[in-house]
């Protein structure tokens, strides 16, 4: 019985042991597969791995051969693996789409870093060689990346990039002369993609940041320099002052034996200006600034025969036709020169330095009037702009890296919107619209506009006499002081403001009237003026033409000072020191009855 129950306990354990093995063999034989198919897995893994390994290794091999070879960095605004698995299509470049490919959204100083930073976009890649961007630093006269010339910088391409440059990549403050562009390669070629852009805030990085010294009256006056030690801009309530600086008076050596030459380094270059010319001007500018007056500088390209690199090469053929030129920015040594000149004057009148300080600076004289005032050949709308922005930017650029709180202008006459067939000349409202498109392409800045709302015609003073010349729209042939709010109404637009919103500053630098038809009526015509200004939140200043009046205007039926030539008092001269006072009706109020209205608001509104 025992045997028996042992003989049935064994075969139930061997039946058990036997379906057990079946299942545990099955799983081994599952577990197997799933182990290959693991390895499958494992071995794709691996070899992607190894695959992404050896690209990176790649790169990071093209990366220091790059290094060594050009002296720039490739850099990568994160994960290179990532970088590729979220790769934009790619774009191939046409010849309509290559030059704007790519935006070059800023380019500023970063004073975190002290770099220059470059921040730029696109909407998907361009097509190219390899896979990077590349910045390049031009000369402002380069139309395009010379051949030879090498990157400073290479980046991965994305469509958000930016570029950190050396702030003194030249050894230099060597970012007032260049402008940046963004390129591929191609066909083993750098091409550009973008437009040059400047770097747009030198203010932010500048020694001085000294501002105007009035913050009153908008009242200016082109001032007789034999005055300035009377007290006569004290009696007049003067606080606003103009003066010409025409660039051939301050350049060379001292000639008097008494000044020394003043020995100027911009940019590891020395420059020579007239110490006996330069104290003139410390003269002038100290009293004017000890007054608490506001002082606007003209600087202008009269002919020096000793600089002739000054002079646009498109003017040198034309000297003697008219009494200022294009500034010559179209090589090294006159942009040179310019951002020279400008550093130089806006140290020499920063404020700190006991010789004065000039808050705004013009730059040239009304440059739509080429024949006459800004003389070069005859050129293009889109040609002639270039080259007075070029030179305006050059100008721009020393000024505001000396003292960022100073304020530049262009200047342009009356002639707003003349359209006559055959004009050598250029409408204001086109160079302005040229203007404007060009310097914002290229880096918008804190352009200024210095505009002379003279009558017309020049030789009558009643301003608010109805002419078809005038018209309170935007397709008037010339703006005056009776409808100057089409200038700072089109201003308001918003392709005209600054990066920060703002309507930029407007100065009425140079407008008079003749006294020739009468005193009364030329005092009437500068309150008129005066009142439309200072009701206008966009004037910062309005400058009348002049302290004295000047032989050789008066020969044109242009007695436009204040002060007749012997220095004896106008009947303007009283109305011209309270008009801005609270004693100004009682001066102004004559004025309402010539002009035939019953309430100043009558004009101001308009």
């Known amino acids: 019985m025992q045997l028996r129950k042992r003989v049935m306990i ?78 934009p299509p790619m774009v191939e470049l046409t010849e309509e789409n290559t030059a704007d490919f790519v935006t070059i959204d ?55 990039v930016i570029f950190h440059i050396p702030r003194y990549f030249a050894g230099t403050e060597s970012g007032v002369l260049y402008k940046f562009v963004v390129a591929v390669k191609k066909g083993d070629e750098y091409v550009p993609v973008s437009a040059p852009h400047y770097i747009t805030n030198q203010g932010e990085v500048s020694k001085y940041k000294a501002g105007g010294g009035s913050k009153g009256s908008k009242k200016g006056l082109l001032i007789d320099p034999n005055k300035l030690r009377t007290s006569e801009l004290d009696d007049l309530g003067v606080k606003q002052a103009a003066y010409n600086i025409p660039v051939s008076r301050i350049l060379g050596h001292s000639t008097d034996g008494i000044h020394d030459t003043i020995h100027y380094k911009y940019n590891g270059k020395s420059y020579t200006f007239n110490g006996q010319v330069m104290s003139e001007y410390d003269l002038v500018f100290s009293i004017l600034t000890a007054k608490g007056i506001e002082i606007t500088a003209i600087i202008l390209n009269d002919v020096s025969y000793s600089y002739p690199q000054l002079l646009h090469p498109l003017a040198r053929g034309g000297i003697g036709s008219a009494p200022y030129y ?25 404020g700190r330095t006991g010789k004065g300080l000039v808050a705004n600076w013009i730059i040239g004289n009304e440059i739509n009037a080429r024949k006459e005032w800004n003389y ?56 302005l619209d040229e203007f404007n498109r060009q310097i914002k392409r290229e880096g918008n800045i804190d352009w200024g506009l210095a505009l002379h709302p003279y009558n017309v015609p020049l030789t009558t003073p009643y301003t608010w006499n109805s002419s078809k010349y005038v018209k309170h729209s ?71 033409s002049r302290q004295t009046d000047a032989p050789e205007e008066i020969a044109q039926g242009l007695a436009l000072g204040i002060n007749h030539t012997d220095g004896s008092h106008k009947y303007v001269y009283q109305v011209y020191k309270y008009m801005d006072t609270d004693q100004s009706d009682q001066y102004t109020g004559f004025a309402k009855n010539m002009i035939g209205i019953s309430d100043w608001s009558q004009i101001v509104s308009e």
């Open 10 to 87: 064994l075969a139930a354990v061997l039946l058990l042991l036997f379906s057990g093995g079946m299942g545990i063999a099955s799983k081994i034989v599952s577990d197997r597969k799933q182990e290959a198919v693991e390895a499958v897995h494992l071995a794709e893994e691996e070899k992607r791995r190894s695959k992404e390994q050896a690209e990176a290794e790649v790169e990071k091999t093209a990366r220091a051969e790059r290094e060594t070879v050009y002296g720039f960095g490739l850099e990568s605004g994160g994960s290179v693996f990532e970088a590729v698995r979220n790769r």
């Open 106 to 160: 800023s380019c500023r100083i970063n004073t975190q870093i002290n770099k220059i930073t470059v921040s730029a976009s696109a909407e998907g890649l361009p097509a190219s060689d390899d896979r990077f961007y590349y910045l390049f630093a031009l000369k402002p006269y380069e139309k395009g990346i010379s051949e030879g010339s090498l990157p400073m910088k290479g980046i991965y391409k994305a469509e958000q």
């Open 326 to 350: 294009a500034f010559n920015a179209t090589d090294d040594e006159g942009c040179e020169y310019l951002a020279a000149v400008g550093s130089f004057l806006a140290e020499r009148y920063s």
């Open 376 to 431: 070069m050949e005859y050129v293009s709308l889109e040609s002639y702009v270039e080259e007075y922005a070029r030179a305006y930017r050059m100008f721009y650029n020393a000024i505001k890296s000396v003292n960022g709180s100073s304020r530049v202008y262009i200047s342009l006459d009356q002639q707003w919107d003349r359209n006559i067939s055959g004009n050598k000349n250029y409408d204001t409202k086109d160079i």
């Open 474 to 544: 935007l397709d008037t042939s010339m703006v005056t002081m009776a409808n100057i709010e089409v200038v700072t109404n089109y201003l308001e637009q918003e392709e005209f403001l600054t990066e920060d919103g703002e309507v930029r500053s407007v100065s009425l630098s140079e407008l008079g009237y003749t006294s020739s038809a009468g005193e009364t009526v030329q005092a009437a015509a500068i309150v008129y003026a005066y009142k439309k200004a200072a009701a206008n939140e966009h004037i910062d200043a309005i400058l009348f």
